[in-house]
C-alpha cells in the first residue's frame, strides 16, 4: 500500500483540522467488512462537514476517495483495497429545504433515514424506504438500497429526485431540478443512485415523501410451503391490491424470532403483511388479503391493528436477521441477496431450502416475497477457511440459479466489492459500458476504487 | 451535406434490399419536423425487421444513424441537420414475451402502445403509458414519455425495466435482467431511457405491465381559476387519493374542444379526473375528490361513469391539441412543454396566461396537474418569421420561469433540437457530465447527431 504524501496530509489537516486523522483506531471503525469480507481499513479519515468542503478536498488532493455513511451496506462498499482517504460524510446531516406542498424535501448525504422521519413526523409526510439499518440518505442513495416498503412506495429508485454530486475533480453538479418528472436529457439522477461512490460523492439528496397513512394494520400467516406464501403475494400484486409490506421468513428465520424474541409463532414458512390508506381501505385490502390467502392454503391471520402490536410484528421482522445469531452463537451471518421474476421465486426458494439441507451450517430465508427478492443469511464460523470456502460455493450456486431465472445477483445490497464478479455473470457487455462511463467521469480512478469493477476493468 | 458513400449505399442495399432507399418521397415521411422545426429529411431511410439486422446496419457501415418509431415526438427529435441514414423500426413490432403473472413483457421496439394494448386485451393487464399520439414503445423509451396516467401508473422512466440496445458499433447490450428491482451496477435502463437514440438504438423493451382497473370512473369540474383546479389536484395527491388522471384544460382549450366537438363544457378552468380500482374503491375516491374540488370552489362534477361517456370525455381531453387548430384555422401548433413543482404549477400557469394575453396569435395551456407538467400550445401563422421569433421568446421566457421555479424545461416532449439551449440553461455543468457520457459511448457521435447536445458540445 503506497503511503499518504505529506503534502496531502497536510493539505487536508489544513483544511479540516482535528477532522482529518490517520489514528489506526479511527480508521478500523471506517473499515466496512464485517460479514463475509475482512474489514479493509483506509489510511486515513476525512470527516467533512459541507458542500464546500467535500469539493475541496476533491479538487485539492487527488488521492483515491471512500465515500462513507453509517457503514451498514452489507458487500463491503466502504473497505479500502488500496488504503486510501475515507471521507466520512455523516456530520452532515441537515435537512436543506423541506416542501410539503411538494411532498419533497432536500436532505444532506450523512442524515439516516429514522433522523429524517423524526423531522417529518408533524408534517404528515414520511420517508418510506427501510432498508432495516439506520442507513444515511446518501448511503442508500449510493446503493440504490429498498427494503420492506418497496412493494407499495418503491426504493431509491423511484424516490431519489435529484442528487448534488461532487465530481472527482471538484466540480458541484446537480443532476435535476424537482419537478416531478422531466425529459431534459440524460438521466444522470439514476445514473448515480446505485453507483456506489465510484462517480463521485453524493453531497445532498432531494427525495420524494409520502402521506403517512391515515391507518395501518398488519397480518402474520403461517403456511405449508414458500409456493403458498409466494402465490399468496402474486395473487394480492395481479389484482391490484396495494400491500404497504408483503415479507417472507422461512421457518429457520421464524425458529430464530422466537428464541430471540420469546415469540410463540408457528416456526413454519410464514407471510408477514401490512396494509397502509384511511381505515376503510385498510379493512378492505386486509379482508381480501385474507381471502387470497385461504386460497392459498394459508393458516389464520394473526391480526396486529394497534401501533404496539404492529411494532411488535416489525421488530421480529426486522431483527430477524440479528436473531439467527441465536442458531449459532459464535457465528458470523453472511446476508446474500438475489431478486427474480416473482413467477419464480417460489421454485427458486425451494431450489435454495434444499441447497441449504447439504451445508454444515445452519441459513435462513427470508426476504421481500412481493418484489420477489430474498436474502439468505449463512451462519458461518469465521474460524473456518472450509466453512467460508463452502458459503462461497454456495452464494455462487444462488447467484446462478438467480440468473437463470431471469432475475439479478443482488436485489437490494449492491455490488461493493463481494459481487464484482456475479455482475459480470449476470451482465456480460453491459458492464463494459460501466465501465466507459466509469472511466469517462472518473479518469483517474479516484472514486471508491476497487468497487463495482475488477482491478483490470478499472481506468 | 456530405453525399452517402457508394459502398455504404450498396452495403446496405444488399443487407435489407428494397428496404432500404434514398427516394425523396420516402425520405420526406421521416423528416421530423411539423411543428416549430423545420421537416429535415435523411439521406436515405433503413427499414430493419431484426435485432441482427440492426446490429450488422450499425456494425458495417459506420454512417451516422437516427432511429424512427412512429414519428410523432414534438422537439423534432428524429430531424436530419446533418441528413445521413434514417432507420425505421416501425416494422419491428412482435410481442417477443409476455408473463401475466409477473405482470410484465417484452416487446420489439417499433410496437405501438395502442397495439400493445389490443395485445394485451383479454390477459386482465394493461401499459398504462399515454402519451396521446400512437408512438412506438422504443420511441417513448427514447424520449421517456409519459402522458395522462402518469400520476398513478409513472411514465416510461418508471415502467421500462430493461432494453436490448445496440451500440454505435454493432454490440448488443442487454441493460437489465427483469427482476422488479435490482442493485447490480449502474441503471444503464435509465440512462438508455430518455436518451433520444443518441446512445444506440433500441431494440426491444421490457415493460412493466399493470392490472387493468376492475372499475373506472371519470368527472370533469370547472373552476374559476387556475388555483381551483390546481389546488385540488395538490390537496388530493397529499391525502393520498390515487387518481388516476387528473387534466387540467385552460378555458381557451375549452373553447376550443366545444368548436371541434360541439360539447358544451364550460369554457373556464376545467379538470378532467379519473379513478381507477374496485367498485368499493371507485366510488370511495370519487366522492373525496368531490368534496375537495368543492373545498377548492369547484363546480358541480359532470360524471362519465359508463365507458362511452368516458371515451366520450376522454377524446375531449385528448384531442384538445388537435382542438385548438380551430382556433386559427391555418395555423401550425407549436406543443411546448415544461414542469415545476406542484406549488408552483397556479402561479406559473397564471403568469404565462398573462404573457399569452399579450401574443399576436392565440394559445392554449393544458396539462398533466396532477405531475406539475403542462403544455402551451401556441397557434403561429406558418408564413410569419415575426410570430416565429415572437413564439421562440415566449417559449424561452415559458422556460425561463419554469426553471425559476425549481422544474423543468420539458417534462415529457424532450430535448431534441428544440431544447438544446434550454437543457444547458436548466443543468449547466451537468451537461458537462452528458456530454462525456455521449462522447465516452459513442466516440465518433454516429447515434442521432445534433439531438439533446449543441455542434460545439458533440464529439
Known sequence: MIPLSDSLQSELRELLGPRFSTAAAICDQHAGGGMHLPPLPPQAVASVESLDEIVRACAA????IIPFGAGT?????VGAPRGRVCMDVSAMKRVLRLSPEDQDCTVEAGLTRIALNEHLRHTGLFFPVDPGADATIG????????????????GMRENVMALTVVTPDGRVIRTAQRA?????????????VGSEGTLGVIADVTLRLHAA???????????????GAASTAIDAVQCGLPLARAEYLDAVSMRAVNRAFSTAYAEADTLFLEFHGSPEEVAYYAERARSIANE???????????????????????????????LRPGARPWSTDVCVPISQLARCIETTKRDIADLPFPAAVLGHIGDGNFHVILLVDPESADERIT??????????????????????????????ESLRHELGEAVTLMRDIKRALDPRDLMNPGNIFLPDEAA
Chains 1, 2 share one sequence.
Open 73 to 77: 451496506s452489507l458487500e463491503c462498499h
Open 61 to 64: 488532493h487527488g488521492a483515491p
Open 213 to 227: 397513512p391515515e391507518a395501518t394494520s398488519a397480518a402474520v400467516c403461517a403456511f405449508k410451503s414458500p409456493f
Open 296 to 326: 392459498n392454503g394459508g393458516g389464520a391471520f394473526q391480526w396486529a391493528i394497534e401501533t404496539e402490536a404492529r411494532n411488535e410484528l416489525w421488530k421480529a421482522r426486522h431483527n430477524a436477521g440479528f436473531a439467527t445469531l441465536s
Open 139 to 154: 448511503g442508500m442513495a449510493s446503493t440504490r438500497a429498498s427494503g420492506t416498503t418497496t412493494l407499495r412506495y418503491g
Open 391 to 420: 458459503a462461497q460455493r454456495f452464494n455462487d450456486r444462488l447467484v446462478a440459479r438467480a440468473i437463470e431465472a431471469e432475475g439479478t445477483c443482488t436485489g437490494e445490497h449492491g455490488v461493493g466489492l463481494g459481487k464484482r
Open 180 to 192: 416531478r418528472k422531466s425529459s431534459a436529457g440524460y438521466d444522470l439522477t439514476h445514473l448515480f
